[in-house]
């Protein structure tokens, strides 16, 4: 069993058990204010008391988190982190105001700890993983935030908020307080709405954990703003609502803690959701009649931050919509580049295509021609061979021993000729499998090449011929007549005089050429020369344009023994060559195979 289905259900367990201890503790605190456990003054205690422990715990949660994380998400977990340790010292002051001075001052020095809360929490969500990849879908983004914060507030304003303020006779301090809190809260429920439709996958759990904190605690806010606000926060259903709500936010936002893991966020995961691009507008049908009715029916001071929320609202969706348009159009215009892109890979597939099958016809076609024309080289030494052989049946009695001779040695040379085709034809074939069989042996090099030289040499070229003493090559008898004897033919019938056959010992090889006077191969040509059905018309008087698999077969089969064929210029024209390795004593007798 792996370490890793060790540890998973470990983290579960874990886990379970804190959603168990934040259920238990909230239970807890909720028995707490039903039943108030040591009468209405230690319940006091309890209510402005036990939320500092507790944001104190959440905060060292995400601080713990933070570690598991880097980049963007790490910044967010310690924003989440300084904005409950500045919550918590307000909280901390407030409770001195309350309990220790027996005052509950509005606006007081705690109101700096609390409305710090807002831009950590705002700055936070604002660092989790999405995906704004450019400007203006960055400023998409902020437009779609500032929709949904700009309807919030107005549905609030238009419904609540307008009321209180209506009212008057507080110091300007007061009012801005007062609508700090709301104002604050709005943003950061609307950052909340936004960040979760546009959270990454691996993330969302967690975010989801975080989204409802922040929105249980930005309720209490608002609610500790209102109650605050009317003279009412001392009463025991109004401190205990919001002390409820503030408790479930921070166990809320330290089980998102617990809930993250530092995984990488894969980019197609941060894709917004259908739902989520229609998410802005939500609140702007909702809010856009409520405050449009709350301008005809409401004649207070407050009816200019309506109809100002009114046209800030317009403006913002207006501004959406125009980057909506322009992101459109970038969009269009990378699809277009991608099915440009698209289209040219398709047509140079087409083309590769197209060419590969014009090569697989031309192969064709040479197999073809090469099936014509070997078809031809087999009838031409088989037809003298029937001819004289029927011949010396017929008159075998009346014919001169002289005649007989003659014919029989016609007979005797083209049955040669003949095996010479069919030893190349079988090696082209265990050539195109992928195994050469070989038999290698002592070959003669001098007396076989002077042989061929008299069998192929139909045309009488003059030819000279040098040769070390002696040379003994170390291959197959039947494989080295048939390569040498296709050189020969070569020259003879494709090349011009002089024919110049030279064989020199190089090391450990014998190199074999084959040099003539002829026009030589077309520097075009060259590449493909010793190609399979590759054929080059050099002379066009010659008698025979070959199969186009000789000098193919000439160099894999010299390749199999360990050789080696080629073709190069020389100061008295061009050369064909061969090189195979020398016989030696202490050569075995073996049959070498060459598999592809």
């Known amino acids: 069993m792996s370490a890793r289905s060790l540890v998973a259900p470990s983290k579960t367990r874990f886990y379970r058990g804190a959603i168990a201890f934040a259920v238990a503790f909230f239970l807890f605190d909720l028995s707490w204010y039903l039943f108030r456990f040591g009468g209405e003054h230690v319940t006091h205690w309890w209510s402005d008391l036990n939320d500092i422990p507790m944001t104190l715990l959440s905060s060292t949660m995400c601080i713990l988190a933070a570690r598991r994380h880097t980049g963007r998400t790490k910044r967010a977990w310690i924003l989440l982190a300084a904005g409950m340790t500045s919550w918590g010292l307000g909280e901390a002051v407030w409770s001195y105001y309350e309990l220790g001075l027996h005052k509950q001052p509005f606006p007081s020095l705690a109101d700096a700890g609390y409305l710090m809360l807002i831009p950590f929490m705002a700055f936070a969500l604002l660092s989790l993983p999405m995906a704004p990849r450019n400007a203006v879908a960055r400023g998409r983004v902020f437009l779609d935030g500032m929709i949904i914060a700009t309807s919030l507030f107005g549905l609030s304003w238009a419904t609540t908020l307008g009321a209180v303020f209506a009212k008057g006779g507080n110091s300007i301090l007061e009012n801005v307080l007062s609508l700090a809190y709301p104002f604050g809260d709005i943003v950061l429920i609307g950052l909340v709405l936004f960040v979760g439709s546009r959270a990454a996958r691996l993330s969302r759990s967690s975010i989801g954990f975080i989204g409802a904190g ?16 009317k003279n009412a926060f001392g009463s025991d259903m109004a401190s205990d609502l919001v ?47 409520t405050m449009a009715i709350r301008l005809f029916l409401d004649k207070t001071k407050a009816h200019p931050v309506t109809l100002t929320a009114l046209i800030v609202l ?18 269009a215009g990378q699809l277009e580049v991608k099915v440009a892109e698209r289209t040219k890979d398709l047509e140079v597939a087409l083309e590769k295509l197209q060419a590969a099958m014009d090569a697989q016809e031309r192969m064709h076609a040479a197999q073809r021609e090469f099936v014509r024309i070997a078809a031809h080289e087999l009838q031409t030494p088989t037809v003298p061979i029937a001819t004289f052989a029927a011949m010396l049946l017929e008159r075998w009695e009346t014919t001169p021993d002289a005649i007989k001779l003659q014919q029989l040695e016609v007979i005797d040379r083209q049955a040669r000729r003949l095996r010479r085709l069919t030893t190349m034809m079988a090696g082209i074939s265990r050539i195109d499998d992928g195994n050469v069989d070989i038999n290698p042996d002592e070959v003669d090099v001098g007396s076989e090449i002077v042989r061929l030289i008299e069998e ?10 040098e040769c070390d003493h002696e040379t003994r090559v170390f291959a197959d008898p039947d494989y080295f007549r048939s390569m040498v004897a296709h050189l020969l033919e070569n020259a003879f019938i494709h090349g011009g005089p ?10 450990s090889t014998v190199a074999i050429r084959v040099a003539d006077g002829g026009a030589g191969v077309p520097d075009e040509f060259l590449p493909r020369l010793f190609d399979k059905f590759a054929q080059a018309k050099i002379d066009s008087n010659a008698s025979s344009s070959g199969v186009g698999v000789g000098l193919y077969s000439v160099r894999e089969i010299a390749r199999a023994h360990g050789g080696d064929a080629w073709y190069e210029t020389t100061a008295d024209g061009h050369a064909f060559g061969l090189r195979l390795p020398t016989f030696t004593t202490s050569r075995p007798t073996t049959v070498l195979k060459r598999a592809s």
Request: glycine share 8%; charged share 15%; net charge positive.
């Open 498 to 507: 002089p024919v110049h056959v030279t064989v020199t010992a190089e090391g």
């Open 243 to 289: 002390g409820l709500g503030w408790m479930a936010g921070w166990l809320l936002i330290g089980l998102g803690a617990l809930r993250s893991e530092a995984k990488a966020v894969p980019v197609e995961d941060t894709a917004t959701k259908r739902w989520g691009v229609f998410m802005p507008y939500v609140g702007v049908v909702v809010a856009l009649p």
């Open 456 to 465: 192929t040499n139909k045309r009488k070229v003059p030819i000279l011929f």
């Open 214 to 229: 922040i929105l249980s605690i930005s309720i209490s806010d608002s609610l500790f703003t209102y109650f605050t606000y």
């Open 314 to 331: 317009f403006i913002v969706v207006a501004l959406r919509q125009v980057l909506t348009v322009l992101e459109n159009r970038k969009l």
